[in-house]
C-alpha cells in the first residue's frame, strides 16, 4: 500500500453564523474543501452552561476533525496538523468559551499537533490562542488560506454533514 501524504487539516469556524468547514492543504500547496456543517450546527452551545458548552463544542469540532480526517485518507492523505481558525471569539463572557476550546484541543490533540487561531470578527490576521504551528506549516497554511476562504461561498465546493447524521455529497443533491 502506498503511504498516506501529509496534508494540513483545517476547520474554519464562522462564529457569527455558527457553522463549520473542514478543508485540507497538502505539503504540494493544493488547498481541498472536503465538508461543511448546516447552517447554526453550533447554536446548541449557547444557554448552556460554561462547562457544558465547551464540551458540546469539543464534541462538536472532534467529530468535524474524525470526518475531515476519513475524507483525507479517501483522498490519499494523513493529518499532520490540525488547525482551527475561529472567525472571532464565540458568544461568552469575554471570549473566555473559545480559549477554553482552543486550550482542551492544543492539551489533548498532540499527534498530529493542533493549532488554534481565531480573528477579531474576520478571518484575516488571526491570533494564536493555543497549540503551535511551525514555519513551514504556517508559510503554507497562509499561502492557501484565502482560496479555502473563497470556497465557503460556493456550496458546491463543500460536502455537507447534515444535523440529521445523513450525508449528501454536494448541498444541492440532498
Given amino acids: 500500500m502506498e503511504p498516506k501524504a501529509p496534508a494540513i487539516l483545517l476547520v474554519l469556524v464562522e462564529s457569527a453564523r455558527l457553522r463549520w468547514f473542514v478543508g485540507s492543504v497538502d505539503l504540494d500547496g493544493r488547498a481541498a474543501p472536503l465538508i461543511c456543517s448546516e447552517m447554526n450546527d453550533l447554536e446548541k452551545y449557547r444557554g448552556l452552561d ?26 490519499n492523505r494523513k493529518a499532520c496538523q490540525f488547525v482551527f481558525v475561529f472567525q472571532g471569539p464565540l458568544a461568552g463572557p469575554t ?33 494564536l490562542l493555543a497549540g503551535r504551528l511551525d514555519p513551514p506549516l504556517a508559510d503554507l497554511l497562509h499561502a492557501h488560506l484565502a482560496e479555502l476562504l473563497a470556497a465557503t461561498e460556493d456550496p458546491a465546493a463543500w460536502e455537507q454533514a447534515r444535523k440529521d447524521g445523513a450525508w449528501c455529497t454536494r448541498r444541492d443533491e440532498g
Fill in 50 to 75: 460554561f462547562d457544558e458548552q465547551v464540551a458540546f463544542l469539543r464534541h462538536r469540532f472532534c467529530g468535524a476533525l474524525q470526518r475531515g480526517c476519513d475524507r483525507l485518507w479517501a483522498r
Fill in 95 to 127: 471570549g473566555e468559551l473559545t480559549r477554553a476550546v482552543a486550550r482542551h484541543f492544543a492539551e489533548w490533540l498532540l499527534n498530529p499537533p493542533v493549532a488554534v487561531f481565531a480573528g477579531a470578527g474576520a478571518f484575516d490576521r488571526p491570533e
